[in-house]
């Protein structure tokens, strides 16, 4: 069985890929956490906001 860049995903098929050939669970996982990191800054700001 193929396995991803990062071997933590097996490959089925095209439906694992991404059109640029990254890993779709892989790709899945980087966006949640770059969308975590952004609510994380954005409540950053906000609370500095209220403190002025």
Do not use: E, W
Request: aromatic share 4%.
């Amino acid at each position: 069985m193929r396995t991803c860049r990062s071997h933590r995903h097996q490959l089925n098929g095209p439906a694992d890929f991404r059109r640029d050939g990254r890993c779709i669970h892989c790709s899945r996982a980087t966006q949640q956490r770059y969308r975590a990191r952004c609510r994380d800054a954005l409540r950053t700001i906000k609370a500095g906001r209220d403190v002025i």
